[in-house]
């Protein structure tokens, strides 16, 4: 039963440390999606890759988040320096040929 | 820009039929989509509908498209205490780059 994975599961840090999020998406699927989920903006659309080409990250605070895919079976979200602010759930998801996307447990972060 | 719309809460008894609307702005898009989420957890792709469809049936699952309104409504029959969770309804907005645009989530409350 092939499933995105996504680690860490739970990350509580202090405000200016940075965060790495990891996400390993579903083998042979090309398109990769970070979302953020809070309860006031719902899911918003952070970044997301095609064949691990960034098509957009418009979605992204530019000064202090990044995404990058070393590889076809990694994608990671940074974010650095952490603020109070970033504390939601932060979701990977992947997909192939169509639009169907299937997303990963998420990854709650806490900024102190 | 692209927008699509939920209602944020329906409550229902249980064994009795949940319907949960959605209206869309972009009437390109090619796919439409239901996921659910429960409490804690990621998005679970539930069913989909093609755009030239105005009708899907799933076991307990029926979608129903109104391609002329731009209307998507999700039914549940017999519902039970295990689809209490939020459902998110999305839009195929760029076919190419399988971007979707996602409703703010119904939360759907089963009263046993």
């Known amino acids: 039963d092939a499933r995105v994975t996504q680690t860490p599961r739970h990350k509580v840090t202090e405000m200016g440390q940075e965060v790495t999020m990891r996400c390993q998406p579903i083998?042979?699927?090309?398109?990769v999606f970070w979302y953020r989920q809070t309860m006031m903006q719902g899911l918003e659309l952070l970044a997301y890759?095609?064949?691990?080409?960034?098509?957009?990250d418009s979605g992204m605070p530019k000064d202090r988040f990044s995404a990058e895919m070393p590889d076809a079976t990694l994608a990671t979200l940074k974010i650095q320096p952490s603020e109070p602010r970033d504390s939601a759930v932060y979701f990977c998801?992947?997909?192939?040929?169509?639009?169907?996307?299937?997303f990963g447990p998420g990854t709650r972060l806490l900024v102190l | 820009g692209e927008d699509v719309e939920q209602s944020l809460f329906l409550s229902v008894r249980e064994g009795d039929s949940s319907v949960i609307n959605c209206t869309y702005t972009?009437?390109?898009?090619?796919?439409l989509y239901w996921y659910k989420q429960e409490p804690g957890a990621g998005l679970q792709l539930l069913t989909y509908?093609?755009?030239n469809m105005d009708m899907k049936q799933d076991q307990r699952l029926t979608v129903l498209l109104n391609k002329k309104d731009k209307h998507l409504s999700l039914r549940i029959a017999d519902t039970q205490t295990g689809d209490s969770a939020i459902y998110f309804c999305?839009?195929?907005?760029?076919?190419?780059?399988?971007?979707?645009?996602w409703g703010l989530g119904t939360s759907l409350a089963v009263n046993p």
């Open positions: 972009d009437s390109s898009s090619t796919y």
């Open positions: 999305a839009e195929s907005s760029d076919g190419n780059n399988r971007k979707l645009i």
């Open positions: 083998l042979g699927h090309n398109t």
């Open positions: 509908i093609f755009s």
């Open positions: 998801a992947s997909g192939h040929i169509t639009e169907t996307q299937y």
């Open positions: 890759f095609r064949n691990r080409a960034p098509l957009d």
